[in-house]
């Protein structure tokens, strides 16, 4: 079975550019959840959907992040406009209704120089 | 309110030694914890979860953790570690099996080097 997927992999981009990330979460999954991993802060709880309503977004760090998830099987993290602060690795993951395991997908290493 | 903290970033043990990891967490409700593993340049792979059954679980490549209430500790052990154990490991909490309060929170990671 597919896991998470998310895209792009690896992106460098310049400060104030747009930066939208991407991810398929696994099929059946009504949970959804954006973290954000750096070494300073380690892994944080960005925003997460249930049956693709945000239920959560405490965790955004600011009005340039926003999520959407249009339908079960997609969701988008953008940042607008980026900063070097945004460097760091963006994960995606999903989980059942029933279940308590959650998922990631392999993440996004975003650079903003 | 729930918080995990994972004493030590970084600990170091010679191939063949015992590996233990170690985990404490503060919730306001009986947890629900986890222990992930982080390899490099990927993401994050389920090692073992503990649900309210039994306290001593375990979990995938031979570790294993025990739930102590009393303590508020759920440290990871391995009896033999190995080269390919060398990886970032997570502790995790939750309060709730699901529901829309649900949130995993996640310790600060300690860094496992498996010296030759």
């Known amino acids: 079975d597919a896991g998470v997927i998310q895209s792009p992999r690896h992106e460098v981009t310049e400060m104030g550019q747009e930066v939208t990330l991407r991810c398929k979460p696994i099929?059946?999954?009504?949970?959804l959840f954006w973290y954000r991993q750096t070494m300073m802060r380690g892994l944080e709880l960005l925003i997460y959907?249930?049956?693709?309503?945000?239920?959560?977004d405490s965790g955004m760090p600011e009005d340039r992040f926003s999520a959407k998830m249009p339908n079960a099987s997609f969701s988008t993290l953008k940042i607008q406009p980026s900063e070097p602060r945004d460097s760091a690795v963006y994960f995606c993951?999903?989980?059942?209704?029933?279940?308590?395991?959650?998922?990631f997908g392999e993440g996004s290493w975003l650079t903003v120089v | 309110a729930q918080s995990v903290t994972q004493l030590g970033s970084h600990v170091s043990v010679s191939e063949g030694a015992l590996v233990l990891l170690r985990c404490n967490y503060s919730?306001?409700?009986?947890?629900?914890l986890f222990w992930y593993v982080q390899y490099p340049n990927q993401g994050l792979q389920l090692l073992l979860k503990?649900?309210?059954?039994?306290?001593l679980v375990k979990g995938i490549n031979g570790f294993e953790a025990e739930f102590k209430k009393s303590e508020t500790s759920f440290h990871l052990t391995k009896p033999s570690a190995h080269m390919s154990d060398a990886a970032e490991y997570f502790c995790?909490?939750?309060?709730?099996?699901?529901?829309?309060?649900?949130?995993?929170?996640f310790g600060k990671g300690t860094l496992l080097t498996v010296n030759p």
């Open positions: 993951a999903s989980r059942t209704g029933e279940g308590n395991t959650i998922y």
């Open positions: 099929s059946g999954h009504d949970y």
């Open positions: 995790a909490v939750s309060p709730l099996r699901g529901g829309s309060n649900y949130k995993l929170t």
């Open positions: 919730s306001s409700v009986p947890p629900y």
């Open positions: 503990y649900t309210s059954a039994a306290t």
């Open positions: 959907f249930n049956n693709n309503v945000p239920i959560d």
